[in-house]
């Protein structure tokens, strides 16, 4: 009995003396100022939206708040993420200290799936898979179908946002969603009735999609066209691809 009582002491003090170790790193480490800034760009879709210079500017908000050689705690460090969260092509971003004195940074992209042109292109803008509006960046150019209104004019700032528009956003993400589609739809329109059509990289065809629903639907009829129709009459034996209405394809 008293070996084991013995024993049990031991124990017990090894686990306080590993517990009162810890405490002493963290409380050290916690006092322990910023040595150097790591900042990870995750570019899981090929963006270069935002860079590592430009996390690190705004950590320290264009060098007027410096980071290296603080003491960043909790409640700073919050504030520090929460910057970086507040970039439009920020879609999310974890800052947090290590034993070794850095400050790191992990920052996911935003990404955007169209382009919205305007008459006057100083007003293009992204769009992204939440039906939310992204500036233009000095430093990338997404690959992405471009959207107008047909015949000119502008979207309203809700458009992709409010309920009845929501499926023209249904319609870019199945776009998005699906290579072949994303890498052939080049141009879409907005027609004056709301109905969609749009230009293609391949074929001189102008697909009139009609409203957008039954989409899945309606691209795999255009899927038909494209299997049977362009490899036996070739690709510009039809100008014009009406997939509107269910059970047909009219070709023009």
Known sequence: MDKSVRNLLVALACLLGLGGMAAFAALRQAHRPVQNIVVNVANEFDNYFISERGVTALLTNGGKEPVIGTVPEGPRLRELENRLKAHPFVRDAQVYRDLAGNLHADVHQNRPIARLVHPDDRLDSYVDANGQ????????????????RAGGG???????????????????????????????????????????????????????????????????????????????????????????????????
């Open 133 to 148: 509006r992204l500036p233009l960046s000095p430093l990338y150019t997404a690959r992405v179908a471009t959207v107008s």
């Open 154 to 252: 502008t979207l309203p700032t809700t458009f992709f946002q409010d309920s009845t528009s929501r499926g023209y956003l249904e319609f870019l993400r199945y776009v998005d969603e699906h290579p072949f589609w994303k890498a052939q739809v080049a141009e879409v329109f907005v027609e004056p009735g709301g109905k969609l059509s749009f230009t293609q990289q391949v074929g001189d065809q102008r697909i009139e999609f009609g409203a957008p629903e039954n989409i899945s639907e309606k691209f795999a009829k255009l899927m038909v066209f494209y299997r049977q129709i362009p490899s036996v009459l070739g690709w510009d034996t039809y100008h014009r691809v009406n997939v509107e209405y269910q059970n047909q394809i009219i070709c023009e």
